[in-house]
């Protein structure tokens, strides 16, 4: 493979990537309409200790660093966070 045929790759699984923080971002925005009807809170720490566990262990089975993954992850949680606080 060339070197522009390995980035034209990249760019792919790049806006791959961008597709799913949208359909996870969506889905947030979602189960904020759910907690808001419920009357919870927007942060559920039980919820994303999971959700960081299951990252960590994801990262393990397709071996990549699993810090790096977890740093990630924080990352998109905020981001729903904040998502979330703006459409309650
Ligand atoms: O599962 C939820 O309750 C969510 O709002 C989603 C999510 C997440 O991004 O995974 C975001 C905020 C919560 O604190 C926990 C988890």
Do not use: C, W
Request: proline residues 1%; negative net charge.
């Amino acid at each position: 493979m060339t070197l522009d045929e390995l980035r034209a790759e990249i760019e792919d699984i790049d806006r791959e990537i961008v597709e799913l923080i949208a359909r996870r971002t969506y889905v947030a925005e979602t189960v904020a309409q759910v907690k808001d009807e419920r009357d919870l809170p927007t942060t559920d720490e039980g919820q994303e200790e999971q959700v960081m566990r299951r990252a960590g262990q994801n990262a393990e089975r397709f071996d990549v660093d699993s810090n790096l993954v977890k740093a990630v992850f924080r990352l998109l949680i905020e981001l729903n966070k904040v998502e979330q606080r703006e459409s309650r």
